[in-house]
Each structure stands twice: as C-alpha cells, then as structure tokens.
C-alpha cells in the first residue's frame, strides 16, 4: 500500500505532491458560484426533478412583454471593447398600490413609476452602477404609444417623470428616457411594492440605520430608531416615507432608498445567504413573482448574472441624476447640464468619474450610508484619485448640486470627496449621522 501511495505520488506533477506543494489562491467570485452550483446539486440529487419544476415555476411567474415594436427613434448603441457587450436596464417600481399591502404611505396612487434607476453593466464586467431618476424630475414628454399601439401625444408642457407611466405604462417611460438621454436600452423590468416586501422577508431581513424615531400619524408610519433589520411592511414603510424622516424631499427619499438596496444586494450575496437552498429558493420566488420584464426566462437573466461575478459590491454605484429646484412642475425639479456627461459615460461604457462619485453610495456601504472598513471608498476618495477635490455650491443657490454629483438637495453643502455620503447627505436623507 505503502509503495504504490509513492508510485502515484511520484507521477504527480511537481507542486501538486500530497502533503505539500503550492496551493491555488483562493477566488472568491468563483466560490460564490461553486456554492450556488452545489446547493442546486444538492437539491436536486435530494428531489429528483423538484429543481426542474422550481425552475419552470420561476418561468411561470415571468410576465412577459416585449415592448420593442412600441418603441420609436430608437438611439443606436455605441460599439465598445470588451468581452461582453454593455448592458442597459431600466428598473421601474409600480407605483399602482392596487394590491393589498401596497397603499401603505396613504398617498394617491393611480400607476406611476414611483422609482426609475438605470442600470448599467460594463462590457469588461468590472463595475456596474444605477443611475436613478427623480418621480418629481420636470421633463417635455415625447410621444409615444401605450400597450394597445395606441399613440398618447406628446406633452404640450412640462410634466413629472412619473406621469409618462401613467400614460402608458413601461413603454412610455423607455420611449421618455431614451429620447432624452440618447441612451439605449436592452431590458426592462418593472417591480411592485408587494414583490419588493417579500424579496426582503425571504433575505431575513435588510439592516438600516434610523437616525431618530418616525411617528407619523397622518400616513400611520411608525419607525424605531436604530441600526437593526426590517422586513414585511415595515420595510416597505422605511421606503416609501417621505414625511418626517429627512428633509422631506422625493430626491433625498431616493437616496434613502438607494442606500437600501445597497445593503439589499449586500445581504443577498452574502455567503451565508448562498449556503441555504431554502433562502435562495424563497429569494427566487419573490423576486420573481408577478415579475414584468422583457428577459426571455430565468434562465437569460442567470446567464447575465454569471457574467458578473467579478463585480465586487464596492463596485456597484449608485448615483442620481444631477438636479436643481425647478417651479416647471409642483414641488419639482430639474436636470442640470451635467446630466450630459452623466449619459455620455453610459454611451461610451465608461466608469463613473469623480465629478459624479461624490456622495455616491456603493453596495459595500454601511446601512448608515459610510463605506465599510477596508472599501476603496474608505481611504476618503471615491475614485482613487487623491486630487479629487470638492466643488463649493455658492450659499443660496438653488441648485443641487452644480457640480454634477449626485445630489443631497440642501443648497450650500459642500459635497465629500470620498466614498458615501456626507454627514449632511445622511441627514437629509435620513440616515444615521
């Protein structure tokens, strides 16, 4: 026994001898994947064919609708190195309140996008960030044609962002943003406040951070103060609150809502997520149940998945589109010119640059909206860039931040260099300072 554990040892290549011999590094973006990989073997070998049929229920759950022969003056999408092809995807949240447990903030719904966040993925697959799109955000509304092919004219006069879903559902809301970004689009997806509350109960829960007790008795919302986890419609209230929280406006709600999905993302690819088939199987089910898109199946939106494994959570950033106050629309506001940059930088599949990664969140980020200790964004610059200095917005400008960063909406702040958010950019978003 002895001689012949020699012999193959001895037929090893060098390095590879047992007991000794250079180890491969460890991968972590890989390991996440081997997890995933083996507990679906495992359920299956457990099963038999339970993976099929949990894989065509997700299909099932798919609402399908290609809006594509909707659209009109489509931008065509530049041509970029890399070894995939940059992606587009435009994420809306229904703001239809038609089903139970979705009216929970007492305002008047009546099918808006209550949230719009592009998502773009890099063609080298290195970094990804979200670029998200004011309700309130005064804009000239193309025309464009709802479900039925009907054609809805064009807005005589400024209207909210929002309403172009109103008018015509997800078709309306690409056909806006892409004739006003120039921006192409490759998919869709439309989530609503239900599906949203039970992706967050099937993680167990999403850590926030509330800097001072909410009780708001007109809106009957009620928040602890704290760091801790919500789910259910707690955290759906979390969210959606608007008053008493903040400084009350929809562009600092948005922020609070990005830092929320950052810490979302964050829990789902944590390794104890990975390592449990019943959390990623209740994940799944939620995530999509009632699901509008224009992905072809699960299996199209995993394939796209896997090709970003590489992208680490620090390297998910979240920005908003550049804005000032505006009187064109109640209570709005509007794009400044250095929103152009912001979508030359989609066109053009290029990083974020340091203009913008000020006060930008990341998905690394902390509930409380601070980079994570050891996070590129913690050694106080957000791109690397030791020269990245602040740009002073002049006291009393109405501006939110002229700059081209994403905002916090409070005139006069001096936007931080680094990663996270300012002090002052928590507390008008109301998190933890």
């Keep these: 026994m002895a001689t012949s554990r020699a012999n193959r040892d001895a037929r090893r290549p060098k390095g590879r001898r047992s007991g000794g011999g250079r180890r491969k590094a460890?991968?972590?973006?890989?390991?996440?994947?081997?997890?995933?990989?083996?507990?679906?073997?495992?359920?299956?070998?457990?099963?038999?064919?339970?993976?099929?049929?949990?894989?065509?229920?997700?299909?099932?759950?798919?609402?399908?609708?290609?809006?594509?022969?909707?659209?009109?003056?489509?931008?065509t999408k530049e041509k970029v190195a890399g070894p995939s092809e940059p992606m587009n995807i435009l994420v809306m949240g229904s703001d239809t309140r038609a089903g139970k447990g979705n009216g929970i903030d007492g305002e008047a719904g009546g099918g808006l996008s209550d949230t719009t966040i592009l998502f773009h993925l890099s063609a080298d697959r290195k970094f990804a960030y979200g670029i998200s799109i004011p309700r309130d955000t005064a804009v000239m509304r193309p025309q464009c044609k709802g479900k039925n092919g009907k054609v809805i004219p064009a807005a005589t006069g400024y209207e909210k962002w929002n309403a172009a879903y109103a008018y015509g559902g997800p078709s309306c809301t690409i056909q806006q943003f892409e004739q006003l970004s120039k921006v192409r689009i490759d998919h869709y997806v439309v989530v609503d406040f239900n599906q949203f509350r039970d992706m967050v109960n099937a993680l167990g829960g999403v850590e926030v951070c509330i800097p001072e007790p909410i009780d708001d008795n007109q809106h009957n919302i009620h928040l602890k103060a704290g760091t801790r986890e919500i789910k259910g419609n707690e955290a759906l209230t979390y969210v959606r609150a608007r008053y008493r929280i903040g400084d009350g406006t929809d562009t600092n709600r948005t922020r609070r809502q990005q830092a929320f999905i950052g810490s979302m993302i964050s829990k789902a690819l944590s390794a104890g997520m990975l390592a449990r088939p019943d959390h990623l199987i209740g994940f799944m089910n939620a995530a999509t149940s009632s699901l509008q898109t224009d992905f072809k199946s699960i299996a199209q939106m995993a394939n796209l998945a896997v090709t970003a494994r590489g992208i680490g959570a620090d390297n998910i950033k979240f920005v908003t589109t550049p804005w000032a106050y505006s009187d064109k629309v109640s209570g709005g506001i509007e794009w400044t010119p250095e929103v152009l940059r912001l979508w030359q930088l989609v066109r053009n599949d290029k990083p974020l640059t340091p203009q913008f990664l000020k006060d930008a969140l990341s998905a690394g980020d902390k509930p409380d909206g601070t980079p994570a200790a050891g996070s590129s964004g913690a050694t106080g610059s957000a791109s690397g860039n030791p020269s990245n200095t602040p740009s002073h917005t002049p006291s009393g400008s109405a501006t939110g931040n002229p700059s081209g960063g994403a905002t916090t909406g409070t005139p006069g702040q001096t936007p931080s260099t680094g990663g996270g958010l300012s002090s002052a950019g928590r507390e008008s978003a109301g998190l933890c300072t």
């Design 26 to 75: 460890p991968q972590p973006g890989k390991t996440v994947f081997k997890v995933i990989a083996a507990s679906l073997l495992s359920l299956a070998l457990a099963t038999g064919v339970g993976v099929v049929l949990i894989y065509n229920n997700w299909n099932g759950n798919l609402k399908r609708e290609d809006v594509t022969q909707l659209l009109s003056n489509r931008p």
